[in-house]
């Protein structure tokens, strides 16, 4: 797109941008004090001089200088463009980059940030005049020091709280998440008669809202969150996050995060000293939670009610936690009585009894185990065998290291296997998959060849291979039907086409003993950095492109065969070439004149 990109935005860009998780994705950090030290990644040292400041967004090297923001690191490091680091930076923050020229661009800072803090401290004032509200906060066990802590606010009932009292714009009120629009046009306050959590981002600016109703036989949904917005997304942030980590800044330091299912038990174990709870905000836990978690400890405990929902919700975060237990990393769970929370449990036997069972808490090596384990007789070699196939597809997700030697070892002895059988040393594959008799060879290549799109496309699809699923037939037809190129893209998007429930796993394994195989497996390693929708489109977008890219050069090819030897014949394959082009691309950008190119038969 022509343009230039607006400083506003590139401001605002990096405002959004935690620069810690930034770095940390590509050179491992640690904690040290405010700041997160490393050695740096642009001179050879053994003492650690690289530092980075989460609250000011920059870095700095003591040793050789560098220094920098988000934007310079990716160019610095990542040797990236300029224009190419902006738009890698607005993936990362949802956002997409505005172009200058033929009218006003209108900036992207459009103050959210500022109306979000406006309306907690009009919360955090409401709550101080309505006494049913505090007589709730009181009866559930908490303090004026601890909401102080939280910035626990109250949303009156009726509907026009906020409207009344913020002499904003209703779009950008609604672009923020603070009232919605009804069928009619008409806003109206989102959140009515609920105590209100503010959600704070990495640098303690208020980016959200979750809402619990004053009485369970209230209007709505007990709990209530923010929507999607330009600065909130729910897949990526943690309620309690920013104040755990605010804490460790005047302790001891942070070392453990707890896990916690709601807004009330991250407050309340607070309220009894236990301030380094978290929650997710009315999500499951995922892989891109843990991942941040990590950035700030290296023991993670999930910590869920014992009953059946809370077991469902334990396993959908054992899956998630797999990809993220690199070496030094520890992911633990607790159950708790049935009936019973953090919060009410704290209230009933204290913090002491909670921090036992935190203590004890089960490592995810053996939780999986154990739960795979369950109504299998283990004397049996068939219930053995069985145990070794369920666990194969979770042991390959674990990144390859002591821990996951570890569990596969556990697994052997188990079985009575050898180690091998079930973690094949050559790759992280599933051996059964590979045992079956494989799709006829879509045609072997000593070579392929990969640019830039290739590699792009293929990071889309190693990280997601269900995406072939989401291309138009057409698409999907021209491409299998694409005979004169051989890009390792293409070869890797036939198997795909051929196993359409094949995980990554499943599709490196058809090419482990190619020659570029390590090149698809750092492909499939690369940190992902779109949400699912961005991803899906990245992908469908890029597919369209390669393919004019290779209806490109068949046409030049075609020219230059004309050029050659200008017969009725090489025109006559020009013409049909591109009549065929015209037939799959609608007509767009396909020339059909051989005159065109100054070409004329002999």
Known sequence: MAGRIPQSFINDLLQRIDIVDLIDSRVKLTKAGKSWKACCPFHQEKTPSFNVNSERGIYKCFGCGAGGTALTFLMEHDRMEFVEAVEALAAIAHVEVPREGGGRVEKPDTGLYELLDKAAKLYREALRDHPEAIDYLKGRGLDGRTAARYGIGFAPPGWDFLKTRLDVDPDRMVAAGLVARNDAGRTYDRFRHRIMFPIRDSRGRVVAFGGRLLSDAGEGPKYLNSPETPVFH????????????????????????????????????????????????????????????????????????????????????????????????????????????????????????????????????????????EGLDLTSMDARARLCELAKPFVSRIPRGVLRRLLVDRLARIAELDPDAIDPPSADIDQRRLEEPPPPDPGPAPAARTTGLDRRLLRCLLQEPSLFGKLDTSLVRALLGETDDDSLFLRVA???????????????????????????????????????????????????????????????????????????ENIARYLNASRAARNRTGGADVETSPEAEGLTAK
């Open 494 to 568: 036939r198997w795909a086409a051929k196993d359409g429930d094949a995980d990554a796993s499943v599709l490196l394994a058809r090419f482990v003993h190619e020659p570029f195989y390590n090149e698809l497996r750092d492909l499939a390693d690369t940190e992902r950095m779109l949400d699912a929708d961005a991803l899906e489109a990245e992908f469908v977008g890029g597919v369209r492109h390669y393919l004019g890219e290779c209806e490109r050069r068949r046409r030049l090819a075609l020219v230059d065969s004309i050029r050659n030897a200008p017969t009725k």
């Open 234 to 373: 729910k897949a990526r942030e943690l309620y309690g996050l920013y104040e755990a980590r605010h804490s460790a800044q005047r302790g001891s330091g942070l070392d453990r995060l707890i896990v916690v299912e709601g807004y009330m038990d991250v407050v309340a174990l607070s309220r009894n000293g236990i301030r380094n709870a978290v929650a997710t905000l009315g999500t499951a836990v995922g892989t891109e939670h843990f991942e941040r978690l990590y950035r700030n400890v290296s023991e993670v405990v999930c910590c869920f009610d014992g009953d059946r929902a809370g077991r469902q919700a334990a396993w959908r975060a054992l899956e998630a936690s797999l990809p993220s237990l690199r070496d030094g990393r520890q992911c633990k769970f607790v159950f708790l009585p049935e009936g019973e929370d953090p919060d009410s449990l704290v209230g009933s036997e204290g913090r002491e009894h909670l921090e036992d069972l935190i203590t004890a808490s089960k490592p995810a090596g053996d939780y999986l185990v154990d739960s795979l384990s």
